[in-house]
């Protein structure tokens, strides 16, 4: 499969994952993938699953849209705002990220690396209560 076909697909993928898909994730990913995101980093489609399936256990609505996509040889950068309510925490305001992912196809056109790009400290921490005003003090200190 080309890169642009299997791009594709993981957009399309991403875009309308539900919590069921995190089942899936051996249809998009070669058994052994890396995957790599702030909080975790894995190996294997038993440990996607299971960070998919955490993802929507704490998290409520979540939407990704893919804003850009660059394709390269057997690989992509998909460009990205994902949109989520979080259980436990102000669970009626949306949030939402922006980021980027870096995709690497093997050649049946699935995904063997994964790799999240986004600021967790400005887009997510910051915002929560305990640990938001620290946050928000060391950026204004560090900038």
């Known amino acids: 499969m080309n890169a642009s076909d299997a791009t594709a697909r993981i957009v399309a993928f991403f875009e309308q994952l539900v919590p069921a898909d995190a089942e ?4 998009f990913y070669s058994a052994d993938a890396y995957f790599r995101d702030p909080f975790n980093d894995v190996r294997g489609t038993g440990e996607i699953a299971r960070v998919f399936g955490h993802m929507f256990r704490q998290l409520a609505d979540c939407r990704f849209v893919i804003t850009e996509t660059v394709i390269g040889e057997n690989a992509a950068m998909l460009v990205w705002d994902f949109s989520f309510r979080i259980r436990s925490w102000r669970p009626g305001e949306t949030q939402n990220v922006h980021g980027v992912t870096h995709v690497r196809f093997a050649a049946d056109g699935k995904v063997a690396y994964h790799r999240d790009y986004w600021d967790a400290a400005g887009e997510l921490y910051a915002k ?3 640990i938001g005003p620290v946050m928000r003090f060391l950026q204004r200190k560090l900038a």
Do not use: A, D, Y
């Open 24 to 27: 899936r994730i051996g249809e």
């Open 128 to 130: 929560l209560p305990v």
